[in-house]
């Protein structure tokens, strides 16, 4: 009976999670910090908007050495004064998405290729609205609206952030519960 009441109740979890993840808003160009933040801060702020769409709790989402990788390696720019805007919390945020997905050496070619043709506030809050539109049509079923109205780069944006969304899911909907029923089978053992 104990075994029975525990799946019920990580099942029950699982769908309290799926229902945040499917209402979670990240924040537009408008709601990032007016003042500049500190390294410190800025790791807080990422794990505080980004936590739920990591599907493994027992990963950094960011730490201070990844953040300081991404300046080196020109993915982003570097601070001023060892302060980070909101150019580069924006930078963030859709590096830490994307790495889920794709290589950082494929996110800075996407992120230039994507702000050739729009303004960064933009091209962000674009980013944001597609992913949350995505997440949520992927977890109802539902197709991404108007892709025979898009341009090539909206299309483009609209695969990107397609396929954070579908490995979500899959996470989420299925290896989670294939590891809950392996770590049950463990346990009786």
């Known amino acids: 009976m104990y075994i029975k009441e525990r799946m019920w109740l990580k ?10 993840i499917t209402k979670h808003h990240l924040p537009r160009w408008n709601e990032l910090p007016e003042i500049d933040l500190y390294l410190d801060q800025v790791v807080n702020y990422l794990e505080k908007y980004l936590g739920i769409l990591s599907s493994n709790n027992d990963d950094k989402i960011i730490t201070k050495t990844m953040i300081n990788n991404y300046v080196k390696q020109g993915i982003m720019p570097a601070p001023e004064k060892k302060k980070y805007g909101k150019t580069h919390i924006a930078y963030l945020m859709v590096i830490c998405i994307l ?12 992120i230039s290729e994507t702000t050739k043709y729009f303004e960064l506030s933009k091209a962000y809050n674009r980013f944001c ?7 949520k049509n992927v977890f109802i079923r539902k197709e ?10 909206q299309y483009l944006l609209k695969n990107v952030v397609q ?11 299925f290896l989670s519960e294939v590891k809950e029923k392996e770590e049950t089978k463990w346990k009786n053992i």
């Open 129 to 135: 609205a597609n992913l949350e539109i995505s997440i």
């Open 144 to 153: 991404f609206p108007h892709i025979d109205r898009m341009t090539e780069e």
């Open 99 to 110: 790495k889920q997905v794709y290589s950082i050496g494929d996110i800075g070619k996407l």
């Open 163 to 173: 396929a954070v969304a579908d490995k979500l899911y899959v996470e989420t909907k």
């Open 11 to 20: 099942m029950q979890n699982n769908e309290e999670r799926i229902e945040k």
